[in-house]
């Protein structure tokens, strides 16, 4: 797979930290290679039961893996200032040098609304990220030259400062969309493009509008990474896989935008309307490793540099086996 890696997709919302770091050297084993975890607040439904602090995971994962770690996402608009997110970004990237990865994402109510401010409109939303893109942009840049930076723009200020821990080379930053405006925005302003999976010719119009973007800035989006994370549903039996999508990924079947949703709680009561039709399309629910493969070989020859997996039951050893014999070795570029 020249050119590609497959990495694990921790979900810190399904498992105690301490189980998330012992999967994740599993995958590793198994030839999985990196490591991507949200930062979550809460779980999506009470059933997933968990939601570690991602900074803290991350750097046990660097102890105990090998390959790439990123937050896949983090929010620096709401819970965190944008000075933090660098902060933590850059020391994790002085820690574990060329391994770490900052993806960065717009947010959702059910973790940000916790501090209590105003939610705004998704506009609003987008706009928050791109300065804080831009904030930890200047403090990266001043800090790797040794010198402060200060920022006043419409949602943050920033006194004159610097980090002074960086690693050699600041991480990258890759924005995480699924909408054709925000990625032409991340082309121009960003690393890089994380997104789920999607209907190919969907993803497709966001590669071609994250170029566009990228040729506007004076970049050659051949170079950009282009990084995805697929949630999917493998178990013995077709029946178990559906099971698990409706019990522990009730959320990947909800055909609706969930950004403004704020409690677990709320998710479980609409978790009871989704169906098993509800995730054709969306997400795959099949015993049939082929089945996954071929599914996955599609994004891969779209052109994604790095796929993520997220199998949402609890079976994850029986999966990460399952895959590394009959799905990961069957990958092409």
Same mark, same amino acid.
């Given at each position: 797979m020249a050119g590609l890696t497959i990495g694990y997709a921790a979900m810190l919302e399904q498992f105690h930290p301490r189980e998330v770091v012992e999967l994740s050297v599993l995958a590793e084993q198994h030839g999985f290679s990196g490591v991507m975890a949200a930062d979550h607040f809460q779980p999506w439904v009470p059933q997933q039961g968990h939601s570690a602090f991602v900074w803290n995971v991350l750097a046990a994962l660097g102890e105990r893996t090998s390959g790439d770690i990123g937050p896949g996402v983090t929010a620096p608009t709401f819970r965190w200032h944008p000075?933090? @997110?660098a902060q933590a970004s850059a020391t994790l990237g002085a820690m574990y040098p060329g391994r770490h990865w900052l993806g960065i994402g717009s947010g959702e109510a059910l973790n940000e609304h916790v501090v209590g401010g105003y939610w705004p409109e998704a506009p609003e939303r987008i706009n928050r990220m791109f300065e804080a893109v831009e904030i930890i942009n200047k403090l990266?840049?001043?800090?790797?030259?040794?010198k402060d930076t200060k920022h006043t723009g419409q949602f943050y200020r920033l006194e004159q400062t610097r980090l002074w821990t960086m690693p050699e080379t600041a991480p990258e930053i890759l924005v995480a969309t699924a909408g054709p405006v925000t990625a032409r925005r991340a082309g121009r302003h960003a690393d890089g493009l994380i997104?789920?999976?999607? #209907?190919?010719?969907?993803?497709?119009?966001?590669?071609?509008r994250f170029d566009?973007?990228?040729r506007e800035g004076g970049k050659d989006p051949s170079t950009m990474p282009k990084v995805l994370?697929?949630?999917l549903s493998w178990a013995a039996t077709d029946e178990e896989a559906m099971a698990n999508a409706l019990t522990e990924w009730p959320n990947g079947g909800m055909r609706f935008p969930k950004a403004d949703i704020r409690s677990p709680f709320d998710f479980e009561q609409m978790?009871?309307? @989704?169906? #098993?039709?509800?995730?054709?399309g969306r997400m795959v629910v099949s015993a049939d490793p082929d089945v996954h493969r071929a599914a996955?070989?599609?994004?891969?020859?779209?052109g994604f540099d790095r796929i993520y997996l997220h199998n949402v039951g609890r079976n994850q050893r029986e999966w990460i086996t399952t895959f590394a014999s009959d799905v990961l070795p069957r990958l092409s570029r």
């Amino acid at each position: 797979m020249a050119g590609l890696t497959i990495g694990y997709a921790a979900m810190l919302e399904q498992f105690h930290p301490r189980e998330v770091v012992e999967l994740s050297v599993l995958a590793e084993q198994h030839g999985f290679s990196g490591v991507m975890a949200a930062d979550h607040f809460q779980p999506w439904v009470p059933q997933q039961g968990h939601s570690a602090f991602v900074w803290n995971v991350l750097a046990a994962l660097g102890e105990r893996t090998s390959g790439d770690i990123g937050p896949g996402v983090t929010a620096p608009t709401f819970r965190w200032h944008p000075a933090m @997110v660098a902060q933590a970004s850059a020391t994790l990237g002085a820690m574990y040098p060329g391994r770490h990865w900052l993806g960065i994402g717009s947010g959702e109510a059910l973790n940000e609304h916790v501090v209590g401010g105003y939610w705004p409109e998704a506009p609003e939303r987008i706009n928050r990220m791109f300065e804080a893109v831009e904030i930890i942009n200047k403090l990266f840049s001043a800090s790797l030259a040794g010198k402060d930076t200060k920022h006043t723009g419409q949602f943050y200020r920033l006194e004159q400062t610097r980090l002074w821990t960086m690693p050699e080379t600041a991480p990258e930053i890759l924005v995480a969309t699924a909408g054709p405006v925000t990625a032409r925005r991340a082309g121009r302003h960003a690393d890089g493009l994380i997104t789920v999976g999607a #209907p190919l010719e969907k993803i497709a119009g966001l590669f071609a509008r994250f170029d566009a973007g990228a040729r506007e800035g004076g970049k050659d989006p051949s170079t950009m990474p282009k990084v995805l994370q697929v949630h999917l549903s493998w178990a013995a039996t077709d029946e178990e896989a559906m099971a698990n999508a409706l019990t522990e990924w009730p959320n990947g079947g909800m055909r609706f935008p969930k950004a403004d949703i704020r409690s677990p709680f709320d998710f479980e009561q609409m978790a009871k309307l @989704v169906r #098993p039709e509800d995730f054709e399309g969306r997400m795959v629910v099949s015993a049939d490793p082929d089945v996954h493969r071929a599914a996955i070989q599609r994004y891969v020859d779209l052109g994604f540099d790095r796929i993520y997996l997220h199998n949402v039951g609890r079976n994850q050893r029986e999966w990460i086996t399952t895959f590394a014999s009959d799905v990961l070795p069957r990958l092409s570029r």
